[in-house]
């Protein structure tokens, strides 16, 4: 995957902002971070591709947040 150009990774994050900046937004990534297990281990014992495969949810999750908080 080709990395954006200055100009476009600011455009990029402008738009992650005002996506999930309206009340809408807020109220989908609350969502996302219960069903992406924010806060909670995505460890499952003896389960490791189900332990993988509920870090992956996590990370998504991450770099939204990630991208929503980033100064412009």
Not at 20 to 31: I, N, Q
Not at 37 to 64: M, Q, W
Request: proline share 3%.
């Amino acid at each position: 995957m080709n990395k954006p150009t200055n100009s476009k990774l600011q455009q990029l994050i402008k738009d992650y902002k005002i996506c999930f900046g309206s009340d809408e937004g807020k109220r989908v990534l609350d969502d996302l971070a219960k069903r992406c297990h924010e806060f909670v281990t995505t460890h499952v014992p003896k389960d490791s591709h189900e332990s993988a495969f509920l870090e992956g949810n996590r990370s998504v999750l991450l770099f939204i947040k990630n991208m929503v908080n980033k100064k412009e």
